[in-house]
C-alpha cells in the first residue's frame, strides 16, 4: 500500500457501508488527544524532539495492524504536495492544521482509512476513529480499544486529578471530541435550523461546518460536536451528544413530511431542477455543485429519485473539491478549469447510475 491509495478514491471504503440512520447522519467521528510524559508539547518542544515521536511512530507501527485496522501506513507530511495534503484533509485523513506543517508531522492510516492518527498536530497524537450513520457508542469503544494498544508503548501525560493533559486548555481530561455528520436540508429550508444553533450552543454542544472550526456548512451539512472534556466522563458527553442528536434526526424527518405535506411540488420541483443542473452543466462551482448535491440527496431519501444511491452524496461532495479535481487532473487548475472538470466528473458519474 503507498500514498496513492489514499490519494485516488473519493470516497474511503468504510463510507460505503450502510450505517443506523444513514437517511440523516452521514458519519460519526471520535477523536482522542493524547500527549507523551516528560516531553514537551509541540507548540514548545524542540524539532529533535517531535523528530524522535515521529520516527517513534514510523517504526513501531508502520504496515502494523490492529483488529480490523490492517496495513497501517506512515505518511510523513514533509513529502506530500500541495495537492496531496488538500485531498487527505478533503478526506478527512488529515487536519488543515497538520497539513500547514513541514517538518516532524505525520498520519499514521488504516488500508479501509477508518483509523488515522496524526503526529504532532497541536498535541503530539490525535486519534481519529470514523463509523457510518449513528454508531458514537461503539466508534467510542473502539476507540478506547485502540488507544490501549497504542498506550501499550507510549506513556501518555496523565494528571490523576485533571486527567489526560493537552496543549490546549479546552482539551484537558478526557482529550475527546465527538462529533456527528448530518444532512439537515429541511431544517435549512424550515429555517428552524436558525434558531436550533444557539439552543445547541447553550448545551456545550457546537455546530460547525464539514470541516470542522471556521468552515461553511456547504450542502446543509453540519458537524455537531462536543466543546466540554472536562468534568465528564467520555460516556456521558457522547450520551449528551446521541441524544441532542436524535432530537435533530426527530425534527429533520418532521420538517420533510411537512415540506412534502404542504409544498410538495414545489419540493420536487427543486428536487428535479438540482438533478437538471448536475446532469446537463458545462461549468458548475463547488457552492452551486453541493446545494443541488443536497437537493438531489434529499430527493433520494424522500423517494421521488430511485436510480441513484444515497451515498452518491457523500462521494460527489470529496470528488468535487478543489484538491481532489488537482489530483485527478494531475497537474494544477485554475478556478475556471476546475469548474469544467467538476461538471464533467458529476455528469461522468450520474451517467454511470443511468446505465
Not at 495534503?85 to 497539513?99: F, N
Request: glycine share 4%; with cysteine; aromatic share 8%.
Amino acid at each position: 500500500m503507498t500514498l496513492q491509495h489514499f490519494v485516488d478514491e473519493a470516497t474511503s471504503p468504510w463510507m460505503r457501508d450502510e450505517g443506523p440512520d444513514n437517511d440523516i447522519v452521514l458519519s460519526c467521528r471520535i477523536r482522542l488527544a493524547r500527549n507523551f510524559a516528560n516531553v514537551s508539547f509541540p507548540l514548545a518542544a524542540e524539532e529533535d524532539e517531535l523528530e524522535k515521536i515521529m520516527q517513534f511512530f514510523q517504526q513501531e507501527y508502520t504496515h502494523q495492524s490492529f483488529q480490523d485496522f490492517q496495513d497501517l501506513e506512515f505518511v510523513p507530511i514533509e513529502e506530500l504536495t500541495p495537492t496531496e495534503k488538500r485531498v487527505l484533509v478533503e478526506k478527512h485523513l488529515i487536519s488543515p492544521h497538520l497539513a500547514k506543517y513541514t517538518k516532524a508531522a505525520a498520519a499514521v492510516i488504516s488500508k479501509n482509512e477508518q483509523v488515522s492518527v496524526m503526529i504532532n498536530e497541536e498535541d503530539h497524537i490525535r486519534i481519529q476513529l470514523y463509523f457510518p450513520g449513528l454508531q458514537l457508542d461503539k466508534a467510542l469503544n473502539k476507540a478506547f480499544e485502540f488507544d490501549d494498544w497504542l498506550e501499550e508503548k507510549v506513556n501518555y501525560a496523565f494528571d490523576e486529578s485533571r486527567g489526560y493533559l493537552t496543549s490546549c486548555p479546552t482539551n484537558v481530561g478526557t482529550g475527546m471530541r465527538a462529533s456527528v455528520m448530518m444532512h439537515l436540508p429541511s431544517l435549512v429550508l424550515t429555517r428552524q435550523i436558525n434558531r436550533m444553533i444557539p439552543a445547541i450552543n447553550q448545551l456545550g454542544l457546537v455546530v460547525r461546518g464539514i470541516y470542522g472550526e471556521g468552515s461553511e456548512a456547504i450542502g446543509n451539512i453540519f458537524q455537531i460536536s462536543n466543546q466540554i472534556t472536562l468534568g465528564k466522563s467520555e460516556e456521558d458527553i457522547v450520551e449528551d451528544l446521541q441524544s441532542v442528536v436524535k432530537q435533530l434526526i426527530e425534527q429533520e424527518r418532521k420538517a420533510r413530511t411537512r415540506l412534502m405535506e404542504q409544498s410538495g411540488m414545489r419540493l420536487e420541483d427543486r428536487v428535479y431542477r438540482s438533478y437538471g443542473v448536475l446532469k446537463y452543466s458545462r461549468i458548475i462551482e463547488s457552492k452551486e455543485a453541493a446545494n443541488c448535491l443536497s437537493n438531489v440527496r434529499l430527493g433520494i431519501d424522500l423517494g421521488m429519485i430511485e436510480h441513484v444511491p444515497r451515498s452518491i452524496l457523500n462521494e460527489l461532495i470529496i470528488l468535487t473539491q478543489p484538491g481532489f479535481l488537482q489530483q485527478y487532473a494531475k497537474k494544477n487548475l485554475t478556478a475556471n478549469e476546475r469548474d469544467v472538470l467538476r461538471a464533467s466528473l458529476i455528469r461522468e458519474r450520474l451517467k454511470l447510475e443511468n446505465e
